[in-house]
């Protein structure tokens, strides 16, 4: 139970409702377990009668009363506080459940980008969601069931003892037998919670990459081999449930036929020390009641062994991305205002993934309130210099400065506070569209949304869907064309009114005459602004205050429009190709 000592925390936060859970457990069955003592003394006093030891019949009948009085009183107290017990004990496990998931989640967005290349999405939901609710079942039912057990045992045997000491030991010999089960049956289980787990997540990643990939499936037309490959899967998950099912399902026969066996020997031993008139008949009576009370907490043992374990595997699997350090951190939590310049000094970038070096020696000046334009061929490095300012990754080798200040020792929430950063593959959330471009500015009152929305050349779009900017987008926007999603993308970063505005290739999607609407409104909406565009056409560039051409990671070119078109090279062959496309 290593790894569930992470949740020690939790069980301290809400100790005060757990220990006034486990005080009123105890109050439950201190109650349920005088139960057997009365019926013993109801057959004691019947058999005094029948033995004429007893000859007043009414004081007989008057017990009897009394004693079904009493239980019928404990059974309801007992069974008050038994809700009482799941009222704070099982809501305590839904308190600790919420907390966990919540630190999940703040952690997931704490890591890299690095971090969500390397796992799944799947893998990543089923940890915060299965695993998850497998660790509630610990800190909720398996306390709860284990205190029942715990308090049953301590108080029913103390009692057992007091009737008969030597009947009781013989009804504890099955349970050394019982203790060596449960250990070697938790081991088994734990090992096949792993791999369960394990499946359960290929399962959920598979699921999760074919729907979000179903328009390739069709437009494929893969969709039986699609199908066989969850069958695969599913059929595998199938087997592993199954084992580790077969390894549950033999607790609880287990446990029954070691009660079995102690019924037999109550039944048996006292039976003959009844004969030699040892023991009254009650006393069977009340030791049969007491193993039968305890046949429940014995049989549980096993549940609640296979809870643990499976708890256990699963915290396993939430521990390592609760201890993965983000490589991204805030070194500087004092506030900052950002004007805008940024400079690059010697940068150089390799992902650690696949080695590649993106960029090399990168020495480069920008400042606040210009444009820069950055052009190249794919995977010249754009978008990575781009990423870097808004410091997505850490630079391998260099320094870049915001406003004269070494950018990883600033204040991260700061600066990207001020970015308004539209990626070249646009992400929209499955809301309205006017949610949407709020995401930018999330107290944007109805005009503010309007004038973006215009700036971005997409409000006569919006206003011609029946729900106009409250229509529902599909998952990832998918319910608008690709010139859309940009438009509205582009929206969202105006809105934001930042210092810093980043476009990455976010008109690719647009018609000319379009791009030229918006990049006429943009003039206007980053006056003052930093501004990168990084494009694949000359006329998004041709109005930057400085064009950036890269080529395999580094520099080759750098100045006006007018300077480049002049100069033999990467620009001079774009704009003459494009110029000529243009006249065809």
């Known amino acids: 139970m290593k790894a569930l000592q992470y949740i020690n925390k939790y069980l301290s936060k809400y100790k005060w409702r757990i220990i006034i859970g486990l005080f009123i457990t105890i109050l439950s069955k201190l109650l349920a377990l005088q139960v057997p003592r009365i019926i013993g003394n109801s057959f004691n006093i019947v058999e ?77 939901m089923n940890r915060i969601s299965e695993d998850v609710s497998k660790v509630r079942m610990y800190v909720g039912p398996a ?59 290929k399962l959920t990643t598979f699921n999760q990459e074919f729907f979000s990939g179903i328009d390739v499936v069709k437009s494929y037309g893969i969709e039986p081999a699609i199908i066989k490959g969850f069958d695969i899967i599913s059929d595998e998950s199938k087997e592993k449930n199954i084992d580790l099912q077969k390894a ?80 991204i951190i805030n070194n500087n939590e004092n506030p900052l205002s950002v004007a805008g310049k940024i400079t690059f000094k010697n940068v150089s970038f390799t992902y650690d993934d696949t080695n590649i070096t993106a960029l090399k020696n990168i020495n480069l000046s920008v400042e606040a309130g210009e444009t820069i334009a950055i052009l190249g061929n794919t995977g010249s490095g754009r978008s990575t210099l781009i990423e870097l300012i808004s410091r997505l990754y850490d630079v391998s080798e260099g320094t870049i400065y915001i406003d004269e200040k070494p950018l990883k020792e600033s204040n991260l929430n700061d600066i990207r506070a001020q970015i308004g950063f539209v990626p ?45 900017y409250k229509t529902i987008l599909g998952e990832r926007g998918v319910t608008l064309s690709g010139g859309q999603k940009q438009r509205v993308s582009i929206a969202r970063a105006i809105i934001k009114d930042p210092k810093i505005l980043i476009f990455d290739d976010c008109l690719s999607a647009v018609d000319t005459e379009t791009e030229e609407k918006i990049l006429s409104n943009l003039k206007k909406v980053s006056k003052n602004k930093t501004t990168f565009i990084i494009s694949h056409r000359v006329s998004s560039a041709k109005n930057a205050d400085k064009i950036i051409i890269l080529d395999n990671g580094e520099i080759t070119q750098q100045g006006t429009h007018n300077q480049l078109i002049n100069i033999e090279g990467y620009y001079k062959e774009l704009y003459e190709q494009q110029l000529l496309e243009k006249e065809i």
């Open 248 to 327: 549950n399902a033999l607790f609880f026969p287990l446990m029954i036929l070691l009660i079995g066996i102690s019924n037999l020997i109550v039944i048996y031993i006292g039976g003959l020390r009844y004969i030699n008139g040892d023991i009254q008949s009650g006393v069977i009576i009340e030791f049969i009641m007491y193993v039968n009370i305890l046949t429940w907490p014995v049989a549980v043992v096993g549940w609640v062994t296979s809870i643990v374990q499976q708890a256990e595997a699963s915290q396993v699997r939430i521990n390592e991305f609760l201890n993965e350090v983000p490589e």
């Open 143 to 201: 306390i709860m069931y284990t205190m029942n057990m715990i308090v049953l045992f301590a108080v029913g045997f103390t009692q057992m003892i007091q009737v008969d000491k030597q009947l009781t030991l013989y009804t504890l010999i099955p349970f050394p037998l019982l203790s060596i089960s449960i250990f070697i049956l938790s081991k088994v289980i734990h090992k096949r919670s792993t791999i369960v787990q394990q499946y359960l997540s």
């Open 424 to 468: 070249q593959d646009p992400f929209l959330f499955s809301d309205t569209i006017e949610n949407n471009i709020k995401f930018g500015k999330e107290d944007a009152q109805k005009e503010e949304i309007i004038e973006a929305a215009k700036n971005a050349v997409v409000h006569s779009n919006i206003i011609e869907f029946a729900n106009g």
């Open 48 to 124: 005094k009668y029948l033995n004429n030891e007893v000859t007043n019949l009414s004081f007989v009948k008057e017990e009897l009363l009394k004693n079904v009085l009493i239980i019928i009183g404990v059974a309801l107290l007992s069974g008050f506080f038994t809700f009482l017990m799941r009222q704070t004990i099982i809501v305590t496990s839904r308190l600790i459940e919420f907390d966990l998931k919540n630190e999940i989640y703040q952690q997931y967005q704490k890591l890299s980008l690095n971090f969500y290349k390397k796992n799944r999405t799947g893998d990543l």
